[in-house]
């Protein structure tokens, strides 16, 4: 890996990340497709066409099905989904906190039962590199805890420790796998994660543990799940500065627009959620003028793209009141279109932000978006 900061502009920095499966140019939106798709019937052609760098699936649900043996029998996710660029494979370890009534955390791993069948499952520092060493992903996640974020103190300093521990197993676990002459992708990277909840002291003192590491990259997870946006906020200020600034850095399940924006001031690279494909899904689409829901009535006659100058599929091609006749006819393509254009929305925001920072003018370009966003049609 090769990790190039191209341009600062204050703390946000634009960068370029050259991997064995292509660059990747930051900052940047990783678009979700758990189960090694995008909800909403979006192939990965379609994410080569709305400018889409890196896909991320998730390590637990490949492994519950189709199982991780079948798609490294077949090649690997890149030839399993059909996917020439990046893929970022999550560890597992967020499912250790929405799949909390469904599991138990020891010292060796976390034993889940299944969420489809029941089944035992057990999951560990070295059973997830190998999972996803079975993947063959471009980027694996190191398998933490994900404690809520409003956890009392004394329970997030041992989780904290705990995965601290299961880092550096990860680390030896993948390190081994790499050097295996049959593994699918002897070049996986591997990032660490950064938790702590919302205490700052917490996650300073582990940021300066894991960065002793000397890993591909770092991330801050556990944010997002619970806390206000301004303590999200205040833990990006305090630790994105302790974690190595010639690494790539990455906020995982973050977030809505306004989230990137204020972390990309922040210094951070890397960007996840689930939100554009969600709310496509459910009608409600991204503009620079506001969120629209387009089931309300009053696009029933609106012969609009959802937003004109928009060159995604969706806009270039149909109108308003057509989408919003297809949900209401409860026709697949209308959710299709919906998660295109937001996903769109994301690229492409993105390519502005890399484009306002290597011209230094974030804050102004920042402020135009958000006030944009805010205003509304």
């Known amino acids: 890996m090769e990790y190039q900061v191209l341009s600062r502009d204050g703390r946000a920095r634009r960068a370029r990340m050259k991997t064995v499966h292509g660059v990747i140019e930051t900052p940047v939106f990783m678009n979700v497709g758990t189960v090694a798709a995008i909800k909403g019937a979006v192939s990965t052609d379609d994410l080569r066409a709305i400018g889409t760098q890196v896909e991320l699936s998730n390590t637990y649900h490949l492994h519950v099905r189709p199982g991780d043996g079948i798609v490294r029998r077949m090649g690997g996710l890149h030839r399993f989904m059909n996917w020439d660029r990046p893929i970022l494979t999550d560890s597992g370890g967020f499912q250790v906190f929405s799949l909390a009534g469904l599991r138990k955390i020891k010292e060796e791993g976390v034993y889940f039962q299944s969420h489809i069948d029941g089944h035992r499952i057990f999951m560990g520092p070295e059973e997830s590199m190998r999972i996803q060493s079975n993947l063959g992903s471009t980027i694996a996640m190191a398998f933490d805890e994900c404690p809520p974020s409003l956890a009392d103190r004394a329970y997030v300093e041992q989780s904290v420790e705990r995965t601290t521990r299961w880092l550096a197993r990860c680390r030896d676990e993948l390190s081994r796998l790499n050097a295996l002459p049959d593994t699918i992708n002897r070049e996986q990277l591997l990032f660490g994660i950064n938790q ?13 543990a894991i960065r002793e ?3 591909d990259g770092y991330a801050v997870g556990g944010l997002a799940v619970g806390e206000s946006h301004e303590e999200m906020y205040r833990i990006l200020d305090a630790v994105v500065p302790e974690l190595p600034q010639e690494k790539p850095i990455y906020l995982m399940g973050v977030g809505t627009p306004a989230n990137i924006l204020e972390a990309v001031e922040r210094g951070v690279d890397f960007f996840d959620c689930v939100y554009p494909s969600r709310n496509g899904r459910h009608s409600h689409v991204y503009t620079n003028h506001g969120k629209l829901n387009l089931l309300n009535a009053k696009y029933e006659l609106d012969p609009r793209p959802i937003e004109e100058g928009c060159g995604c ?21 209308g959710m299709r279109l919906c998660v295109l254009h937001n996903l769109y929305f ?14 230094h003018r974030y804050a102004e370009y920042k402020a135009q978006k958000l006030a944009g966003m805010a205003a509304g049609e």
Do not use: T, W
Request: proline letters at 2%; a positive charge; hydrophobic letters at 40%.
């Open 196 to 208: 702590g909840a919302v205490y700052e002291d917490i996650r300073v003192r582990h940021a300066r």
């Open 213 to 215: 590491l000397d890993l």
């Open 313 to 333: 599929p969706a806009c270039r091609s149909y109108s308003r009141a057509y989408i919003r006749h297809l949900f209401k006819a409860k026709e697949m393509l």
């Open 346 to 359: 994301y690229n492409k925001m993105m390519e502005e932000i890399r484009n306002a920072i290597e011209q």
